[in-house]
């Protein structure tokens, strides 16, 4: 079997910020309003800071506004909601964009929960998972939703396919599935407590690595001609998949970086202007 072609999420999302660009050119051009972003950030995760610069920087690229909350680590659950209520009320600001890790004492599901459903650009809240899981109009998660979009690039349909998905957190594993569900997949979530996890997977048509562990899914594990998306991202550069066993096995495969990571951030510019579109339509 040939090695594995890579899905170059780096490619699809510069056309995507190209058209977004264009989208937000356009909006600014009618209104007089260039479509913002808010993004706010808690403590000075080095990380986190470099995440964050790198969304301001693409974002002053494709024409939007980027209005940067910068927060010690140690404000409060209380203090987070009511910056974030502020932000949802405030007309200038289309998008908003709560860069987590947060810190243990903050309260995660409460500040997401703060955040307006219509500036939900990053589709954290409860509601985007019910318009997702519901196939209703809204915002996905934008990581699910660059996976999505890689899919049907590469033109994979998932209908009738099984796909497994490694990670069960509320904005990328969960969200993922759903997503996958809603174009006719047959879904299996696995996670820490899977039990003989090699043998859920090498049943799997699709596999979606989510789960932050750096190459938990081996070559030996996948079916072969498997598609292979690699949502993990590790230090050193790695995923949740040993890529160099893993191409050798599938017929799609996503590297680390350059595959998921760009369909996320350009997933977010999309739908912040989308937001701003319908805010100023309004």
Request: aromatic share 4%; charged share 20%.
């Amino acid at each position: 079997m040939s090695q594995a072609r890579l899905m170059d999420g780096t490619a699809l999302a510069a056309r995507i910020l190209e058209e977004t660009a264009k989208r937000a050119a356009g909006l600014t051009g009618r209104t007089g309003t260039a479509p913002c972003l808010a993004t706010v950030l808690v403590g000075e995760d080095p990380a986190s800071v470099t995440y964050v610069k790198m969304k301001q920087n693409r974002c002053r690229k494709a024409g939007i506004i980027s209005r940067h909350v910068a927060l010690p680590a140690a404000t409060t659950t209380e203090d987070l909601v009511g910056t974030l209520r502020e932000l949802s009320a405030d007309p200038g600001v289309h998008g908003i964009l709560l860069q987590h890790p947060m810190g243990d004492h903050i309260d995660e599901r409460a500040v997401f929960e703060a955040i307006a459903p219509e500036k939900d650009v990053d589709g954290v809240t409860f509601a985007s998972f019910a318009t997702m899981s519901f196939g209703l109009p809204g915002f996905v998660s934008c990581t699910p939703g660059g996976i999505m979009r890689l899919l049907d690039e590469y033109g994979v349909d998932p209908a009738g396919k099984r796909a497994v998905v490694v990670g069960r957190s509320a904005i990328l594993g969960k969200p993922a599935g759903m997503l996958l569900l809603a174009r006719d997949a047959t879904v299996t979530y696995c996670h820490s407590r899977t039990r003989d996890l090699s043998a859920a997977v090498r049943e799997a048509d699709i596999v979606v690595a989510a789960v932050g562990r750096p190459r938990l899914i081996r070559g030996q594990d996948l079916k072969p001609g498997a598609v292979v998306i690699d949502a993990g991202y590790n230090a050193g550069n790695v995923g949740d998949v040993d890529f160099d066993s893993a191409v050798e096995r599938a017929s799609l495969i996503t590297p680390v970086p350059g595959g998921v990571g760009p369909m996320t951030i350009a997933t977010l510019l999309e739908q912040t202007v989308d937001a701003a579109e319908r805010q100023l339509a309004a």
